[in-house]
């Protein structure tokens, strides 16, 4: 059975750091865009960052824009989200996902496969 598996989150002040992980149990993601969302208590999913594990290519949504970076590696068959320049609004469980189309993770906000999150708390 295909598992995401999120990893790194904690308690962090504003303008500090965390990077979170996620394991994927299977190559097959070798060929599919992944992504972070979160979702803030009280609020609804939201889009975060998406990557193409074939190229690279990322995309980012406004609000983490130039704070926080999306990368992979094929080896280790890991994704990560390196979060910087941390602010209480980012306060969420931050949730791992896969799906064949780049374009549903970032637009649909979306996916076929899902991690069981991993919360981030920034206190300020």
């Known amino acids: 059975q295909v598992q995401l598996v999120e990893s790194g989150g904690g308690l962090v002040q504003a303008g500090g750091s965390l990077r979170l992980s996620c394991a994927a149990s299977?190559?097959?993601?070798?060929?599919?865009?992944m992504g972070w969302f979160r979702q803030a208590p009280g609020k609804e999913r939201e889009f975060v960052a998406a990557?193409?594990?074939?190229?690279?290519?990322?995309s980012y949504a406004d609000s983490v824009k130039g704070r926080f970076t999306i990368s992979r590696d094929n080896v280790k068959n890991t994704m990560y989200l390196q979060m910087n320049s941390l602010k209480p609004e980012d306060t969420a469980v931050y949730y791992c996902?896969?799906?064949?189309?780049?374009?549903?993770?970032?637009?649909?906000?979306?996916?076929?496969?899902w991690g069981k999150g991993t919360l981030v708390t920034v206190s300020s």
């Open positions: 996902a896969a799906d064949r189309r780049l374009g549903r993770i970032v637009v649909v906000n979306d996916a076929d496969y």
């Open positions: 990557i193409m594990w074939s190229n690279g290519m990322s």
């Open positions: 299977e190559r097959t993601f070798s060929t599919y865009a």
